[in-house]
């Protein structure tokens, strides 16, 4: 396993469209996060699945927003009625307990989202 | 409420010169995870080092250095002998263990090393 993978890496969409992501996460991860990137900031916790249950959505994901993990594994994160303002980098990464409990994340490359 | 602060926003210098990268933190808990990840130009996050809130002993690993204080809530990152591929934006991060481990991210500081 060579990591986290996140298709595309790059979408240019046209405003009000709907557009969706995905996320392979490690294999074996039981969780799975997603964060968003905008120019100049550090990443913003969107949401996070332990397995395929959705436990934390942060008041960043609208309406508009949506994610799904349906076994457990891949997750897609989609964005309908696309504004200016989701023009960022989104990250997925994913996660499973250390010996010590803890668990360390692994993010992948991203996919850049830029709407005209 | 959590929160990383990275005042330098943009550190530029010159090859074999050391640099230190400031993080300030704020937490109520008192057990916490803080992390720094470095991200060059492809984009992707990579994993530095993570630091649990019961271990104050300073890290070394090759040419990077961590010194956390909690007396000061400060978790500074050492670079010696900089290298051109050492740029990047550096991100300092905050974890509750115990609230979803969600990581909670500064703003990063652009380090640019010249030749």
């Known amino acids: 396993d060579t990591g986290v993978s996140q298709d595309p890496r790059h979408k240019i969409t046209k405003r009000g469209q709907n557009v969706t992501f995905r996320c392979d996460p490690i294999?074996?991860?039981?969780?799975l996060y997603w964060y968003r990137q905008t120019l100049g900031q550090g990443p913003e916790f969107l949401t996070y699945?332990?397995?395929?249950?959705?436990?934390?959505k942060s008041r960043l994901l609208s309406d508009r927003f949506s994610a799904e993990r349906p076994k457990g594994s891949f997750s897609t994160l989609e964005i309908q009625r696309t504004e200016q303002g989701d023009s960022a980098m989104y990250l997925c990464?994913?996660?499973?307990?250390?010996?010590?409990?803890?668990?360390?994340?692994?993010f992948g490359p991203g996919t850049r989202l830029t709407v005209t | 409420a959590q929160k990383v602060t990275q005042a330098q926003t943009e550190i530029s210098v010159v090859e074999k010169e050391d640099v230190t990268l400031d993080c300030v933190y704020e937490?109520?808990?008192?057990?916490?995870?803080l992390f720094w990840y470095k991200q060059p130009p492809s984009g992707e996050l990579v994993f530095l080092i993570r630091?649990?809130?019961?271990?104050?002993q300073n890290e070394i690993s090759g040419r990077y250095s961590w010194n956390f204080q909690k007396s000061t809530s400060s978790f500074n990152f050492t670079i010696t002998a900089s290298q051109v591929v050492d740029s990047a934006v550096y991100f300092c991060?905050?974890?509750?263990?115990?609230?979803?481990?969600?990581?909670?991210f500064g703003t990063g500081t652009r380090l640019q090393v010249f030749p």
């Open positions: 991060a905050l974890s509750e263990p115990y609230n979803t481990d969600k990581l909670i």
């Open positions: 294999s074996e991860h039981n969780r």
């Open positions: 630091r649990n809130s019961f271990d104050e």
């Open positions: 990464a994913s996660s499973s307990p250390t010996r010590q409990g803890h668990y360390e994340q692994y």
């Open positions: 699945f332990q397995n395929e249950a959705q436990l934390e």
């Open positions: 937490t109520r808990d008192t057990t916490y995870y």
